[in-house]
């Protein structure tokens, strides 16, 4: 039955990008966007989430995107969308020189948390990646939260200029489905000279967490339309 219900769920969200795509043809969701860089720091927090890239002290570069699900217009809500590039140094246990995260505005407490919810201020938005990781020891969430600066607003043009004065410091967290959050680590993010980004693409299934497996019925859910997202105009 789980796994019938994915794969239906999965052809669902197919259709739907689908049909999206026809009007956006580059991105079908999250179609404007502004490029940041900066850093993660994994502390040594003594914690054991059983996913070796937050256990274990790190630091290294980041690549980021923030974005707006729907695109409305600028003071509306949107779904705040910060999909982060994690580049590993090149002696990390990874699959990959880099892995990817994808984060949504949602609720922080369960089972908010696997809800989206629009946004009118990104510092107030509580981000997680709804679907959860394979860790050693059961499934596990990520997280992320504003540190600062307050008033960080879900505006592209305002968020710009915000970020422009000063960086955009996150707090990195993991829990079980139902558990409490575990502050882990920092996520510090700098506007990017290139501002708006278009070309930069992230993908959590081709590019998985650094010592995290993942869920047949997650995989079943996202890769259809995360391959479909993959093509470019035109093609088949």
Known sequence: MAGLASTTIGKGFEVLFRGIKHVRRHR????????????VEVHDHGLRSGISWIDQPSAGPATARVSRSAGT??????IVGLAVRI?????????????????SSTGWSFPARFALVPRLRTSRAPLTTMMPYRGEHGPVLLGARTLTPSGLPSSLRAFERVLGAVPWQLGLYFATPRGPWQHFGTLTLRLDPQGEEKDLR?????????????????RTVR??????????????
Not at 73 to 78: E, F
Not at 87 to 103: C, K, N, R, V, Y
Not at 202 to 218: N, R
Not at 226 to 235: K, T
């Open 87 to 103: 580049h590993h140094p090149e002696a990390a246990p990874a699959p990959s020189t880099f892995s990817d995260i994808l984060l």
């Open 28 to 39: 079908p969701i999250h179609a404007r966007g502004l490029r940041l860089d900066g850093d």
């Open 223 to 236: 890769e259809p339309s995360y391959a479909l997202s993959r093509r470019e105009p035109g093609d088949a």
């Open 73 to 78: 217009p600028d003071g509306l809500p949107d």
């Open 202 to 218: 992230f993908d959590a299934v081709l590019h998985p967490l650094a010592g995290a497996g993942t869920y047949d019925w997650s």
